[in-house]
């Protein structure tokens, strides 16, 4: 059943991937509708610093799935997906640190 379920969400991301490459006219208009949608939800009268905790909490949440879901994965490859999300996540989060220590967020 989780290897069912497993395989809907890797099929649901890639195929959202594919969308939005077929979508988007070009990859930055793709990233400019993506930061207003994160804008929108965290609230447009809240200032970039609650924007970059907002995220900052939202990519430690996925890095913790991705850490209790690894033991539990027997497939190599979709291991190594997970793997590999779970270090570009690493880096969201290192650039995320690195731009709230220039704004002096503690």
Not at 8 to 20: G, K, M, N, P, R
Request: charged share 25%.
């Amino acid at each position: 059943m989780i290897f069912f379920v497993l395989g809907l969400l890797i099929v649901a991301l890639f195929t959202w991937q594919l969308y939005s490459m077929l979508h988007y006219k070009s990859v930055m208009e793709g990233f400019k509708e993506k930061i207003e949608k994160l804008q929108s939800v965290v609230n447009k009268q809240q200032d970039e610093t609650r924007v970059l905790i907002t995220a900052y909490m939202t990519e430690s949440r996925v890095i913790s799935f991705y850490n209790d879901i690894s033991p539990l994965i027997q497939d190599d490859e979709v291991l190594q997906l997970f793997n590999r999300l779970a270090k570009d996540e690493e880096r969201h989060i290192s650039l995320l640190e690195n731009c709230m220590s220039k704004k002096s967020i503690n």
